[in-house]
């Protein structure tokens, strides 16, 4: 039997990995592939790169951490840079491997590569990387609510997570297929430098993803005081800080998931076990809204059809990408950044509502920005976020401006985070 595609894309794992399974069943043996497309990295609109160096490194760490997992497994990765259609169809002649094994993405680019794959080549898909399987909510995708209260009002009556998968011991793949992993500068990028004011050391790759996991829940039972934490902005624990490994897919959603039923029953259900799955339930939800709404969560106009606000100021866009607009609340978080590919829900609502509502900027320059710096980058959870507060995506509510001064004196009352950028 010819070998199968096993194409990785942010799924950066082996265990409860449909897609995986799923090859492994139907062939002898895989080649695993994960293909970097250069318009993804290469400018945006707004000239500057899609990918930075903190971005870069998050990503080469976990693609190296998925190919130990595969060697110990006899099988290696390897990483392309190109366009998905056709280095998959060389890699179908040279190999003679007619399928191709993919998790299904919905973000309008990932769908379009999917397309362009589809025509060429046999693909077989599995479900999105969400906590809720598509096929299990109550309502077709066509039909998901606007307001996310909405749609979790109807997932939680019909609640249904389903198992994790296995994590396969062997995946068996020809001899000649060896690991090539790309390095920052095949990224054009330069090794970033490391802030001691980080909130983390972030290492991508699934093993420092479980090893977090492992800290937050069960070394220091920070979870059962979750939501009383989780809008702060210093140190590495106000929040759990899981988002970079689960956007890059080196744990699953419903591995965390798991493990919040496993803590309830060791320590109790309270408030706060509960709103870690609620916040996952607002990542699945911009997953679904971005299956819904294909190229729309990433027009000026948005879901909502808008009229186009906002003007394109270089300027402006700038002192806001440094932090130097002077106003210290939205300057720290910007420093922070910049400085190391990280931001707090908090600052990211602030600085957002920052740059719509205060400089009157095109609210796609900063999504631009962030999906830039972010290492925890996630097409639908980014966009979907500023789409909702950039008014033109799923907010019931008009006009959604945090005043920046009002917010320091909540949440950082003695000043600490500003002084600790200024
Ligand atoms: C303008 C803006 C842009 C954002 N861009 C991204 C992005 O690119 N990638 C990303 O993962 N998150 C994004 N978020 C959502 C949120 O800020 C981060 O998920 C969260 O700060 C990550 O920290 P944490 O893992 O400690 O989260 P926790 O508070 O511990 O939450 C647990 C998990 O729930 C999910 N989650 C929490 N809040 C949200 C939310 N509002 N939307 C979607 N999922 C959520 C994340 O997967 C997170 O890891 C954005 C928010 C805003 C306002």
């Not at 934490?229 to 624990?237: F, L, Q, V, W, Y």
């Not at 911009?286 to 186009?308: E, N, S, T, W, Y």
Request: glycine share 6%; with cysteine; proline share 8%.
């Amino acid at each position: 039997m010819p070998p199968s595609i096993l194409w990785f894309r942010n799924d950066l794992r082996l265990a409860d990995h449909p897609a995986v399974t799923h090859a492994l069943a139907d062939s002898d043996a895989v080649l695993p592939v994960y293909i970097i497309d250069p318009r993804q990295i290469g400018p945006s609109p707004f000239g500057f790169g899609r990918l930075a160096p903190y971005r870069a490194q998050f990503l080469l760490e976990s693609l190296a951490d998925l190919d130990a997992q595969l060697r110990v497994r006899g099988s290696a990765l390897q990483v392309f840079i190109g366009e998905p259609a056709e280095v998959l169809q060389r890699i179908a002649q040279e190999w003679n491997a007619p399928v191709v094994y993919t998790t299904l993405h919905h973000a309008h680019e990932e769908q379009v590569q999917l397309r362009r794959v589809s025509e060429v080549l046999r693909v077989k898909t599995s479900e999105p990387p969400t906590l809720l399987h598509p096929d299990d909510l109550p309502f077709p995708i066509d039909k998901l609510p606007k307001v996310f209260t909405a749609f979790r009002h109807k997932v939680e009556a019909h609640w249904e997570v389903r198992d994790a998968l296995p994590e396969p011991t062997n995946v068996p793949t020809p001899q000649e297929w060896t690991s090539q992993l790309p390095t920052l500068a095949d990224l054009g990028c330069e090794a970033p430098s490391s802030d001691p004011r980080a909130v983390l050391p972030f290492q991508g790759g699934r093993a420092a993803a479980l090893e977090r996991l492992k800290h937050y829940f069960w070394d220091t039972r920070l979870l059962a005081t979750y939501k009383e934490t989780r809008n702060g902005m210093i140190g590495a624990d106000y929040s759990s800080k899981f988002s970079p490994w689960l956007a890059l897919g080196s744990m699953s959603a419903r591995e965390v998931y798991q493990q919040v039923k496993r803590f309830e029953q060791h320590f109790g259900a309270n408030e706060s076990t509960y709103w870690l799955v609620f916040e996952l339930l607002w990542r699945d939800f911009f997953q679904f809204v971005a299956a819904k709404h294909g190229a729309d969560l990433f027009k000026r106009a948005g879901i909502a059809g808008a009229p186009p606000k906002g003007n394109q100021d270089r300027r402006r866009f700038e002192a806001w990408c440094e932090g130097r607009t002077g106003q210290p609340f939205i300057d720290a978080h910007m420093r922070e950044l910049a400085a190391t590919g990280w931001m707090s829900n908090r600052g990211r609502q602030n600085v957002a509502s920052y740059l719509v509502n205060d400089l009157g900027l095109d609210w796609r320059m900063g999504a631009y920005w962030f999906e830039r710096m972010l290492i925890d980058y996630d097409p639908c959870s980014n966009w979907g976020n500023w789409q909702y507060l950039a008014g033109v995506g799923n907010d019931p509510r008009e006009g959604r401006r945090f005043d920046p001064v009002r917010q320091a004196g909540m949440y950082d009352p003695d000043e600490r985070f500003i002084r600790q950028w200024s």
